[in-house]
């Protein structure tokens, strides 16, 4: 759909964008992964235009300008998108906390 390009993100695997349309304070925390110390935010709004209104955010930690949800390739070219800040399972969400992401 994009021709294959891609917003600018790095392709360390061990650092994660977060998105949003105004990520600031690159000196974030991701769910157990590393915030880039540079270009540490991507807004994807203006490329997913056509299939989402709006941005999907955390209902309990993010809005449109950091969703909370990160986005990262590796060296392989692969994209990597999930969540920086999962519940827990159970009532409560006092259970284990899963690792939601989706690589494709």
């Known amino acids: 759909d994009n021709d294959g390009i891609l917003p600018p993100i790095d392709n360390d695997e061990r650092t994660v964008q977060l998105i949003g349309s105004s990520v600031s304070g ?3 925390t991701c769910a157990g992964y590393t915030v880039a110390g540079s270009s540490c935010g991507v807004d994807l709004a203006t490329a997913l235009r056509p299939y989402m209104k709006d941005l999907p955010f955390d209902p309990r930690s ?4 950091n969703t909370r949800y990160y986005i990262n390739k590796d060296e392989f070219s ?13 009532a409560g969400g006092q ?5 939601i992401e989706l690589t494709r």
């Open 26 to 28: 690159c000196g974030g």
């Open 62 to 65: 993010g809005s449109l300008t």
């Open 78 to 90: 692969l994209v990597s998108i999930g969540a920086c800040d999962p519940e827990g399972e159970g």
């Open 95 to 99: 259970g284990e906390v899963p690792e």
